[in-house]
């Protein structure tokens, strides 16, 4: 009984993420255009430096990619979670 009650708690965790991503990914969403935003050089917002190479470019790119690598690291991880304790049933 104690086993079947700990497999449900796990198969609740993974069910629960759905709804975790979403206000995670929405989270992500809006830090990355508070990113962009808060990078103003002459008024012109960082998205438009991706066009015109200047020096905020390389701050851009720099802070997307962690951004994004931290972001995926913690969709694996969760999914890897999930995957293993799937596999223990």
């Known amino acids: 009984k104690e086993g079947e009650r700990e497999r449900k708690r796990?198969?609740?965790?993974?069910?629960?993420?759905?709804?975790?991503?979403?206000s995670f990914?929405?989270?992500?969403?809006?830090?990355?255009?508070?990113?962009?935003?808060?990078?103003?050089?002459d008024f012109g917002l960082c998205v438009f430096s991706f066009f015109s190479l200047s020096s905020s470019f390389e701050f851009c790119l720099v802070t997307s990619l962690i951004f994004l690598s931290?972001?995926?690291?913690?969709i694996l991880s969760h999914f890897s979670?999930?995957?293993?304790?799937?596999?223990?049933?």
């Open 10 to 22: 796990e198969r609740e965790s993974c069910s629960f993420f759905p709804s975790f991503f979403l």
């Open 25 to 41: 990914f929405f989270l992500s969403l809006l830090s990355l255009s508070f990113l962009l935003v808060i990078d103003l050089k």
């Open 70 to 74: 931290f972001f995926l690291s913690f």
């Open 81 to 89: 979670f999930c995957f293993v304790s799937l596999m223990k049933m």
